[in-house]
């Protein structure tokens, strides 16, 4: 069965700013839990600096998307 759903533009850009936000808050979270000694594994179940470089690096590119996304 197909359906089409219409959506306006800015709907559009409301869902993929929740989900960029959402994303964002996550990898907040879960560089917090890998500070606090715990292990995430988003990218390193036993590699804590290479969990903490990686997540901080996801954080600012989902940053700069967010200021980029934002603007325009």
Not at 6 to 32: C, H, N, S, T
Not at 65 to 70: K, L, P
Request: hydrophobic share 35%; aromatic share 8%; glycine share 6%.
């Amino acid at each position: 069965m197909k359906h089409n759903i219409e959506l306006y533009g800015d709907q559009v850009e409301d869902i993929v700013w929740g989900e960029l936000d959402e994303a964002l808050r996550a990898m907040e979270e879960a560089l917090r839990c890998v500070e606090g000694g715990d292990s995430c594994g988003v990218y390193s179940f036993t590699d804590e600096d290479l969990e903490k470089k990686e997540l901080k690096k996801t954080i600012k590119a989902y940053k700069r998307v967010i200021r980029e996304w934002e603007i325009s």
